[in-house]
């Protein structure tokens, strides 16, 4: 398990983001080129650029979204996650943003998926939801293209979770999930091959793989000075 190699200031150290911070940031810091499992092997085995290639099949990714949701309180800003419920097929229990693929309602447009998919599995409406920006596209190994769409909500905020899908909605704080110190990588064969994930861990919850992913892609935006 290794952390970044990057020198990074404790949390207290850092001037508070605000939301003017936040939105320059996401404006200047987008990268339309997917990142994704091969995109991190290829920065830590050898240097490729990024791009939006084919899975190993030869097949296409299938489009999809996630709300980041940032929540402004007055001490600062959190990030609401949701720990997915055990028996579902994919990504059982693990903690995730609320998302989904693009359906045809949706046009091909992220931003309706993510907030659709939200109001749907953690029943926050649109209309709660500020869009900020977005992050780079992230290819998972499970097929997907997903566009991390950033919104920020103000309090309180009310959810009535779907039971099926989501098991529970909390929130971290911002300025952890953004600091490299807590940013841990790690490898586990796959298939012979050596695959590094993210992982970041916040009171006894394992945030890893695309999820923990794009939070890295986060740092790297938001931690811009």
Wanted: charged content about 25%; glycine content about 10%.
């Amino acid at each position: 398990m290794e952390q970044r190699d990057v020198l990074s200031p404790g949390a207290a150290d850092r001037p508070r983001l605000t939301l003017a911070d936040i939105r320059q940031r996401l404006g200047r810091g987008h990268n339309p080129a997917a990142r994704g499992d091969a995109h991190l092997e290829r920065q830590i085995d050898g240097p490729d650029a990024p791009g939006r290639a084919a899975l190993t099949d030869g097949s296409e990714p299938t489009p999809a979204a996630v709300l980041v949701p940032l929540v402004e309180h007055s001490d600062g800003f959190t990030v609401l996650l949701t720990q997915r419920t055990e028996h579902l097929a994919h990504h059982p229990g693990q903690i995730s943003f609320p998302g989904g693929r693009l359906e045809p309602a949706d046009q091909g447009d992220a931003v309706t998926c993510a907030l659709r998919e939200t109001e749907e599995e953690i029943g926050l409406p649109a209309s709660r939801v500020t869009i900020l920006g977005r992050l780079d596209d992230y290819v998972t190994g499970t097929g997907f293209i997903i566009t991390p769409v950033v919104g920020v909500i103000t309090p309180p905020v009310v959810t009535n979770a779907d039971p099926f899908e989501v098991a529970e909605v909390f929130e971290v704080p911002l300025h952890f999930l953004l600091d490299p110190e807590n940013h841990k990588l790690h490898r586990r064969i796959v298939e012979g091959r050596h695959r590094p994930f993210w992982s970041m861990t916040w009171e006894q919850r394992m945030i890893w793989g695309a999820t923990a992913g794009m939070l890295v892609n986060l740092s790297d935006v938001l931690g811009q000075p």
